[in-house]
C-alpha cells in the first residue's frame, strides 16, 4: 500500500517538473530571439524580424509533448486511484478475516479453559486412584514378605534333602552310562549277527524292473554269472540259489533307481568266487551295467557309503584304499598301511599333515543312525569328506 502511494506522489512530481521544463524552454527560446542584448520592448516596431517557420513547428511540438503529458498524467493518476480502491478492498477483506480469526480464538479459548477444568477433575480422580492403589500395593507387599517366609522356610527343608537327592541323581547317571554301553554293545552285536547271517547273500545292484516280468531272478542270475564269469559255472555247476527278492518288497512308483536285488547262495564257495570276479571287472546283463556286491545290514552300509568321497579320491591319489569288515578303511602310504575305523579318525589323521589337508577338502554333513532297543536310541555322527585338487 505505501509503494503504491510512493508510485503516485513520484508520477505527479515528474508531470509538474515537465510542464516546468517546456516552459521554460520554450520562455528561453523566445527571449534570445527577441531580446539577444535586451527585452522585446526596447526594440522599435520598425526593427522586430518575422517568426521563424522551425520556431513555431518547435512550439507545437511542445504543446502535443504537453497534452501527452497531461494525458500521460491523468491515466497514471487513474490507475493509482483503482490501486488504492483495490488496496481498500484487500484491508477490508484481510480485516474480515481478522475478525472471524478473532471469534475463533475465543472460542478455543473457552474450550481450553474447560478442558483446564476437566483435566483438574481428572487429575483429582487420579491421585484418589493411585492413594487407593497405593495403600492396596503395601498389602500385597506385606502378603508378599509372608509368601517369601514360606517359601525360605520350604527351601530350607529342600536343602536339607537335597544331598540325598544329589547322591541319587549319581548313582542314576551311572546306572544310565552302564546301560548305554551295554546298549551300544548289544547294538554292535545284533549287527554283527544280521552281518553274518547274510554271509552267503550277494545284492545285485542297478537292475531294470521289467527283466522280473519275463524271467525270474533266479534265471537272470544264472544267465549273468554265464555272461560274465561263465568259468565259475564250468568248475562248480549249476547255481543253486535258496532264495532271491527285491529289496525293499513294495515297489515304488515315484523312485527313479530300480530296487536291488538279494540273492542267497547254498553253495558259500560259488559266491565266494562270483563276488571276487566281480570285484575285478564291471558285470553287465544284455547291455545293462549290474554291480554285485557282498550284503550287509542297513548300518553297515550306511557306514560304508561315508567313506565313498574319501575312497574316490584316495584312488585318484594312488593310496590304494579298501573297506575291510565291517566298514573299516584302509590305505597304503609311505610304505605303511593306515586304518581308520570312523571318518573322524580320518579327518584328524590328515589335519596332522598339510600335504593331504590340502588335497582332502573336508566338509560336516550330520547323519543320524538310530536303532531301538530298551527304549535307548543311539546317535553316531559323520564327517562326509569331499576331496578336492
Not at 13 to 32: A, C, F
Not at 57 to 70: D, G, I, N, S
Not at 169 to 185: A, D, F, G, L, R
Request: glycine fraction near 4%; charged fraction near 35%; charge should be positive.
Amino acid at each position: 500500500m505505501r509503494g503504491t502511494r510512493a508510485q503516485t506522489n513520484t508520477g505527479r512530481k515528474e508531470g509538474v517538473n515537465l510542464n516546468k521544463q517546456q516552459k521554460q524552454k520554450k520562455e528561453t527560446t523566445i527571449d534570445s530571439y527577441y531580446s539577444p542584448n535586451g527585452t522585446e520592448g526596447e526594440r522599435s516596431a520598425n526593427d522586430k524580424p518575422e517568426i521563424p517557420v522551425n520556431w513555431i513547428q518547435a512550439v507545437e511540438e511542445l504543446k502535443t509533448q504537453l497534452r501527452e503529458a497531461e494525458d500521460n498524467w491523468e491515466k497514471n493518476l487513474k490507475i493509482k486511484i483503482s490501486h488504492l480502491e483495490t488496496e481498500a478492498l484487500e484491508l477490508k477483506q484481510e480485516n474480515s478475516v481478522l475478525k472471524d480469526k478473532i471469534i475463533q480464538l475465543e472460542n478455543e479459548s473457552k474450550e481450553m479453559k474447560d478442558e483446564a477444568k476437566e483435566m483438574k477433575d481428572e487429575i483429582k480422580r487420579m491421585k484418589d486412584n493411585l492413594q487407593r492403589k497405593s495403600d492396596q500395593k503395601e498389602k500385597d507387599d506385606q502378603k508378599a514378605r509372608d509368601e517369601i517366609q514360606s517359601l525360605r522356610t520350604r527351601i530350607q527343608q529342600l536343602e536339607s534333602s537335597d544331598l540325598t537327592r544329589q547322591q541319587d541323581t549319581i548313582k542314576e547317571n551311572k546306572k544310565n552310562e552302564k546301560i548305554e554301553e551295554n546298549v551300544k554293545h548289544l547294538i554292535h552285536k545284533t549287527e554283527d549277527l544280521e552281518n553274518l547271517s547274510r554271509r552267503d547273500n550277494l545284492r545285485i545292484i542297478g537292475l531294470p524292473e521289467d527283466h522280473d516280468k519275463r524271467k525270474s531272478l533266479d534265471i537272470i542270475l544264472e544267465e549273468i554269472i554265464k555272461e560274465n564269469c561263465l568259468e565259475i559255472l564250468e568248475q562248480e555247476g549249476k547255481v543253486e540259489i535258496e532264495r532271491i527278492h527285491r529289496s525293499p518288497p513294495v515297489f515304488n512308483p515315484q523312485q527313479t533307481t530300480p530296487r536291488n536285488v538279494i540273492g542267497k547262495f547254498k553253495n558259500n564257495q560259488m559266491k565266494e568266487q562270483v563276488l571276487k570276479a566281480a570285484k575285478k571287472k564291471p558285470f553287465r546283463y544284455i547291455g545293462i551295467m549290474v554291480r554285485i556286491t557282498q550284503d550287509l545290514s542297513a548300518s553297515t552300509l550306511k557306514d560304508r557309503k561315508a567313506w565313498n568321497m574319501i575312497i574316490r579320491k584316495a584312488r585318484e591319489l594312488g593310496l590304494q584304499p579298501r573297506i575291510k569288515y565291517p566298514s573299516k578303511l584302509t590305505m597304503f602310504l609311505q610304505g605303511k598301511i593306515w586304518s581308520f575305523n570312523t571318518t573322524e579318525e580320518f579327518q584328524a589323521f590328515i589335519n596332522k599333515r598339510p600335504d593331504l589337508n590340502r588335497k582332502f577338502e573336508v566338509q560336516p554333513q550330520n547323519s543320524r543312525e538310530s536303532s531301538k532297543g530298551d527304549n535307548c536310541d543311539l546317535k553316531i555322527s559323520h564327517m562326509a569328506l569331499s576331496c578336492s585338487l
